[in-house]
């Protein structure tokens, strides 16, 4: 296990190295440079110019300024100023990193708390009536766009439900992380977090449902499931004993699949619910242009994606011995 | 002697042929089968439908009587049915219904188009992959890796970002940014077809490689394309639809789904409906064609069946 978690870890270095090329190189594939727009402007001197391509290293050929950025990046943590105000980008992004974390980590948890039943029961109850209902649902809920959802679930629980005699639906904090005044306890920051994650939740639930049922049918149709059904052993024993431990190694590959969605569709949630994450950071960022940071915000969003992968390929390893050795 | 081998490349091509004849074979029986769906053919008539409302735009717009563009600022943020508005009008007084035929035509051409370059690519460098192996595999497949382990959507920022492209190109961004998945699974059939016999021998009687790709393994991944297409519309759909929201896919005032409810989101606490509209629009073509795509998949596929 030692060898195939340190070959594991291995393998996704040049993948980072990658990543962040391709990031780097990017934003020198911008026709003119990132001052152009600064440099268009007949009050600013030519002198002003070069003295802020010279702050920026701009003046460097650029695979010194990759290597200089990398060297800082790497072993200072430090993804340089912003092209903003100058401030360091690093520091936003430490304070935004665990809100993405907690946002994306309880989305997480509440797809597999919610897909799994489902899944289960329509493998179990396969072509009745829900097991059809349960299908459609699963379709419906990846065709939805994720911040359409959002949207609708803040004007349902926190704008129009007064207006509509709505007023038995619980009101809901429509967005940030907690409330501004007597704010910041565990109840306030869970009522903050609700509707996020359950917006967030719902393009997994829609495709683990439909990946755990078809796992479930093909488990439920092997051989050892007909022995352990002839052993005479409860049905429940049945399926989650024999049944669902098979099907859970293809949902551990998954999760490591959904990782790069989650941190996608979690910019669009952080947008909508004004949660102060990476992805907020990233819009803010377009929004003014600042290359810097938008670019470490895409590695960062990379590194977790390497990151998730790294861990859902040694779980896999953990309960499938075949995969070590192959 | 060159004419034994020649029976001989004759016969294998021949027989080669049969199977890629009875692989069209299967296609028919496929269309059969799905065309016997009621699920997938109420989904198709969905998709029908809403793609001819926003292909016959111009028709809308003379009906409605509302130019896409014209602003009516007395009229701003009219109700359902209000100032001679179907579906209401948005912050300047543009009729929604109209705009949502004009956004529709190039939310569903950006989709398309996208598409198309983005199975075109994945299914070159997938067969490529798949049938050149060795070297050429190995750089192919981790530039795959690579690309994967980066999310689309903030990658797809960063770069529109960066370029601000035309709706024309971004179709092209939206194809470049998720090609990796398509290949990969294009490449693993390829690997499956080219071990089988009517492949070794077409190669034995010297058929290029090009002609192999083309004429043996090409036909047996087309239904695995089929359904890819109709799985990858809908995702491009929300795609654009998502960066348009953001500000960044197609820009105002060309109307696309993904901006008219940017317009909208500023004013949901006041006029809900504007921001219900377009996006219901965007999950009802999403549903149908995915539903599509599933009954596809069950009428080629019958061991990935589903129900």
């Known amino acids: 296990m030692a060898r195939y978690a340190v070959r594991r870890i291995l393998i996704s270095i040049p993948l980072l190295l990658g990543v962040s090329f391709i990031a780097f190189a990017l934003m020198n594939l911008i026709p003119g440079s990132p001052l152009t727009q600064i440099s268009r402007n007949p009050k600013v001197k030519p002198a002003d110019v070069a003295r802020m391509e010279h702050a920026y290293g701009l003046d460097k050929p650029w695979p010194q300024r990759y290597l200089e950025w990398l060297e800082r990046a790497v072993i200072h943590l430090d993804f340089g100023p912003s092209f903003y105000n100058r401030l360091p980008v690093t520091d936003r992004i430490w304070a935004a990193l665990p809100n993405t974390l907690i946002l994306t980590g309880s989305a997480l948890l509440f797809s597999l708390v919610v897909s799994i039943p489902l899944g289960v029961y329509s493998a179990v109850h396969h072509r009745r009536l829900l097991d059809r209902v349960i299908n459609i649902v699963a379709v419906a809920l990846y065709s939805i766009p994720l911040f359409w959802l959002g949207i609708l679930l803040i004007i349902l629980f926190s704008v129009q439900a007064s207006k509509w005699q709505l007023a038995w639906l619980p009101a809901l904090p429509s967005g940030g992380i907690a409330s501004a005044r007597h704010g910041g306890g565990f109840v306030d920051r869970f009522k903050h977090l609700i509707m996020p994650t359950i917006t967030l939740a719902s393009f997994q639930i829609g495709v683990w449902t439909a990946y755990i049922r078809s796992s479930m049918l093909e488990a439920l149709g092997q051989d050892y499931v007909r022995t352990a059904r002839s052993k005479g052993l409860r049905e429940v024993w049945v399926i989650y004993r024999h049944a669902f431990r098979n099907a859970l190694l293809t949902l551990i590959t998954l999760i490591g699949l959904a990782i790069p969605g989650l941190f996608g569709g979690a910019l669009l949630i952080e947008y909508v619910f004004a949660w102060p994450g990476m992805g907020s950071l990233t819009i803010e960022a377009v929004s003014r242009r600042d290359y810097t940071m938008v670019q470490a915000t895409t590695i960062l969003f990379a590194v977790l994606t390497i990151g998730g992968n790294l861990i859902s390929d040694l779980l896999y390893g953990l309960v499938d011995p075949r995969v070590r050795t192959s | 002697m060159s004419v034994a081998v020649s029976t001989l490349s004759d016969r294998d091509v021949l027989a080669g042929d049969r199977l890629t004849r009875k692989s069209a074979g299967m296609f028919r029986r496929g269309m059969q089968s799905f065309r016997r769906d009621p699920v997938a053919m109420t989904a198709l008539a969905v998709v029908v439908l809403i793609a001819a409302f926003a292909l016959s735009a111009n028709l809308v717009s003379r009906w409605t009587g509302f130019n896409p563009y014209e602003n009516h600022l007395s009229h701003k943020l009219s109700g359902i049915g209000e100032n001679g508005y179907v579906l209401g009008s948005d912050a300047n007084g543009r009729d929604i219904l109209t705009r949502l035929a004009y956004g529709g035509r190039i939310s569903i051409t950006v989709a398309f188009m996208a598409t198309i370059a983005e199975l075109g690519i994945g299914l070159s460098i997938g067969l490529i992959a798949g049938y050149a192996g060795g070297w ?45 998945g398509d290949s990969r699974l294009i490449r693993g059939e390829a690997l499956a077809i080219k071990n089988r016999e009517y492949v070794d021998a077409a190669r034995v009687v010297g058929v290029s490689p090009a002609g192999i790709v083309l004429r043996y393994v090409l036909p047996n991944v087309l239904p695995t394309m089929i359904v890819l297409a109709s799985l990858t519309v809908p995702s491009l759909i929300i795609a654009e639809t998502s960066l348009s929201f953001l500000g960044v896919g197609v820009q105002v005032p060309t109307p696309s789904w993904g901006n008219m409810l940017d317009d909208a989101y500023r004013f949901y606490r006041t006029n809900w409906t504007n921001v219900f509209i377009p996006g219901f629009v965007v999950f009802l073509i999403s549903l149908a064609l995915y539903l599509v795509g599933d009954g596809l998949r069950d009428a080629f596929d019958p061991r990935q069946s589903k129900r």
């Open chain 2, 136 to 180: 050429i595999d190995s750089f192919l497949m981790r530039l795959v890796d690579l690309l994967l382990s980066i999310p689309g959507l903030p990658l797809l920022i960063l770069i529109t970002t960066l370029f601000q492209p035309g709706w024309v190109m971004l179709a092209l961004v939206l194809a470049l940014v998720s090609w990796p």
